[in-house]
Nanobody, 115 residues
């Protein structure tokens, strides 16, 4: 069982920055694909960014160039650095760990971008 604990959400002005963190339990963190999802009010959950074991990354078009996903396997932690935030980035952000036959979720952290 992998447990994920997220932190770093909050209220920020448009153009501002936040860094989300997700700390995972267990000794097999380096075998998981780590993913950030988000869900805004009235919208479906969407994949924001993912990072593979050796650092390859994927971003959804709307955040590419503004967000950076990274991982520190020694700390069992994945990060999402969010720069130049826009009101449409407002959502609950969820950390997710994936491996064949396994899929774990964090509790979510609220990000609100508003003046």
């Amino acid at each position: 069982q992998v447990q994920l604990v997220e932190s770093g959400g909050g209220l920020v002005q448009p153009g501002g920055s936040l860094r989300l963190s997700c700390v995972a339990s267990g000794s097999t963190f380096n075998t998981y694909v780590m993913v950030w999802y988000r869900q805004a009010p009235g919208k479906q959950r969407e994949l924001v960014a993912s990072i593979f074991t050796f650092g390859d990354t994927h971003y959804t078009d709307s955040v590419r160039g503004r967000f950076t996903i990274s991982r520190d396997n020694a700390k069992n932690t994945v990060y999402l650095q969010m720069n130049n935030l826009k009101p449409e980035d407002t959502a609950v952000y969820y950390c997710n760990a994936k491996r064949t036959g396994r899929d774990y979720w964090g509790q979510g952290t609220q990000v609100t971008v508003s003046s």
